[in-house]
T-cell receptor
Framework: EAQVTQNPRYLITVTGKKLTVTCSQN?????MSWYRQDPGLGLRQIYY???????DKGDVPEGYKVSRKEKRNFPLILESPSPNQTSLYFC????????????FGQGTRLTVV | AQKVTQAQTEISVVEKEDVTLDCVYE???????LFWYKQPPSGELVFLIR??????QNEISGRYSWNFQKSTSSFNFTITASQVVDSAVYFC?????????FGAGTTVTVRA
């Protein structure tokens, strides 16, 4: 089954404790991206990757890092999480952005206290 | 910069009523793509439709229909004869190149 898998689904952490949210897709897609969803703001793009070792900033990259060492994985790293990063995070992948639709993971609800 | 505006924050209807969701976008590009996604209460994002900037044909899929008007930069979505299962947040999105911009979403509540 074609899918994008994020882990964990829920996470509560403390300010400053580094964390990684994993994202993996099994569709051999070149394009992957991360979004955060906040009430009244919709989804905002954090980072995206066009292919292995190629990443670029989205609209809200501050406080986040990503890496793309393998085609299937695109982890999101918060080196020093802060409460304003409490949000619902989605990973997505697509074969050709725009020309094909994006497939989204189930979401990760992160709370930073 | 590109921008997507969904002016309606919430819409509440009674079952079997029609509901239209507005989406207005801004972009300077001539080539772009528009999407609608549905987010039911369970939280996942479900793809509904994709349109490119060169295809202004309206589309109907079951009870769903879309009206794309480039002249007014709008890509509106209508649910005909709404059902309780249509209750969800609906997002309009615009992609240009590798950047995807979403609207703030419209919460649709269909009451039995």
């Amino acid at each position: 089954e074609a899918q994008v898998t994020q882990n964990p689904r829920y996470l509560i952490t403390v300010t400053g404790k580094k964390l990684t949210v994993t994202c993996s897709q099994n569709m051999n897609h070149e394009y992957m991206s991360w979004y955060r969803q906040d009430p009244g703001l919709g989804l905002r793009q954090i980072y995206y990757s066009m292919n292995v070792e190629v990443t670029d900033k989205g609209d809200v990259p501050e406080g986040y890092k990503v890496s793309r060492k393998e085609k299937r994985n695109f982890p999101l790293i918060l080196e020093s999480p802060s409460p304003n990063q409490t949000s619902l995070y989605f990973c997505a992948s697509s074969l050709m952005p725009g020309i094909t639709e994006a497939f989204f993971g189930q979401g990760t609800r992160l709370t930073v206290v | 910069a590109q921008k997507v505006t969904q002016a309606q924050t919430e819409i509440s209807v009674v079952e079997k009523e029609d509901v239209t969701l507005d989406c207005v976008y801004e972009t300077r590009d001539t080539t772009y793509y528009l999407f609608w996604y549905k987010q039911p209460p369970s939280g996942e994002l479900v793809f509904l439709i994709r349109r490119n900037s060169f295809d202004e044909q309206n589309e109907i899929s079951g009870r769903y229909s879309w009206n794309f008007q480039k002249s007014t930069s709008s890509f509106n979505f209508t649910i005909t004869a709404s059902q309780v299962v249509d209750s969800a947040v609906y997002f309009c999105a615009l992609i240009r190149g590798y950047k995807l911009s979403f609207g703030a979403g419209t919460t649709v509540t269909v009451r039995a």
